[in-house]
């Protein structure tokens, strides 16, 4: 999935918190020149993003990247939606299982891989109830005083 020396540029925090992840995929995006330039420079939020199937295509919807000021009159719009490069086959089984009820695609973070590309880490996953979220953080509250006192009496 990633390779070793691929760079993160952004990540969005929110989805372990708000989504059980069922399934992880790999895309390329679709960009205009000054949409890589910003991206470059880390100007890019996936915040309320996510994707959605349309005719065949897949396409990521209200990811934010700002505009590159270099680029004046050719400037990209912020909002628009991209196309995101997938499999044939990936698309259809994306296709099928996101017309379940309650299962969307949702990006995870934004690479620059070794050769220079701009990939998505897209999230096949399911939205979690608020008694899920409380749970998960009492979880990892009481895993993290465990860690603490293990690591206490090892000194």
Known sequence: MKSA???TVAV????AHDYTILEKFEAGLALQ???????????ISLKESYAEVKG?????VKCHISPYEAANIFNHEPLR?????LHRREIKRLAGKTQERGLT????RVLISDRGKIKLELAL??????YEKREALKKRD???EIRAEIKKRLR
């Open 5 to 7: 020396a691929a760079r």
């Open 125 to 130: 996953v399911r939205g979690k109830r608020e």
């Open 142 to 144: 009481t895993d993290r």
């Open 81 to 85: 939606d991209r196309k995101l490069l």
């Open 12 to 15: 969005n925090k929110h989805v």
């Open 56 to 60: 065949g295509e897949v396409f990521l």
């Open 105 to 108: 695609l949702v990006p995870t």
């Open 33 to 43: 020149g000054s949409e890589v330039k910003a991206i470059r420079e880390g100007r």
